[in-house]
């Protein structure tokens, strides 16, 4: 079936630390793929997406490249905030449906 | 622009008796969605409706849970009678009909606590 696995957490850095958050996943055909945030005391909101291969999702200073050969799509941000501490989900639609399918969730936490 | 709509946000029960939640989701937005997301773990479908019927709900315990979307807006999931292992934040989410699939609007949430 289909499955997303995310690097364990928690992730704690530095501000204007590089950040990297792993992505790998398994499906069928060719997913949409997608990373959600979810800020303390909020509710989970869409950060950037990709839906072919080779797309660069982007938002926020944030990014993720779809990659099909190595089945990843890894979060980056160049230089970490204190404001971008939240819980980051990676997650998939598999070809032709609407339901998502996340990852266990990776806690990060930028000190100041 | 109004956001999903969840109440109540916490729910304390003792384990056997009853809760439902309730979700409002965007104006317009034809498809629902309930999560149930447990401690440390991603969120997981419960339910997707699609107006008022059913599109997929392969993953609802149909002994203990019963979801309802009457007049294809408002939604309700029951659960009863509640066992510890449901205590968990239940997450309603909604889409409009001509949206990316995968672009889900989420409320704040529901915390159940089952003692």
């Known amino acids: 079936g289909n499955s997303v696995t995310q690097m364990e957490g928690p992730v704690t850095l530095s501000e204007e630390a590089f950040l990297t958050i792993n992505c790998t996943y398994t499906?069928?055909?060719?997913?949409?793929l997608f990373w959600y945030v979810q800020y303390p005391g909020e509710g989970l909101q869409l950060l950037l997406k990709?839906?072919?291969?080779?797309d660069k999702g982007s938002n926020k200073g944030f990014e993720a490249t779809y990659r099909k050969e190595t089945t990843s799509f890894h979060l980056e941000k160049g230089s970490v905030q204190v404001s971008d501490s939240a819980v980051y989900f990676c997650?998939?639609?598999?070809?032709?449906?609407?339901?998502?399918?996340f990852g266990q969730g990776t806690r990060l936490t930028i000190n100041p | 622009e109004a956001g999903v709509a969840q109440s109540p946000r916490y729910k304390i029960i003792e384990k056997r008796q009853s809760v439902a939640f309730w979700c409002n989701p965007i104006?317009?937005?034809?498809?629902l969605y309930w999560y149930q997301q447990i401690l440390g773990q991603g969120p997981k479908l419960l339910i997707q409706?699609?107006?008022?019927?059913?599109?997929?709900d392969s993953q609802l315990p149909k002994d203990r849970f019963s979801a309802e979307r009457l007049k294809g807006v408002d939604s309700t999931l029951k659960i009863q009678p509640a066992k510890l292992e449901d205590s968990a934040v239940y997450l309603c989410?909604?889409?409009?009909?001509?949206?990316?699939?995968?672009?889900?609007?989420f409320g704040e949430g529901s915390r159940l606590t089952v003692l």
């Open positions: 409706f699609q107006n008022n019927g059913v599109v997929d």
């Open positions: 499906a069928t055909g060719y997913p949409s």
């Open positions: 990709a839906t072919k291969a080779d």
């Open positions: 997650a998939l639609t598999a070809q032709g449906a609407q339901k998502l399918v």
């Open positions: 989410a909604s889409s409009p009909w001509a949206g990316v699939a995968g672009e889900l609007f």
């Open positions: 104006s317009g937005h034809a498809t």
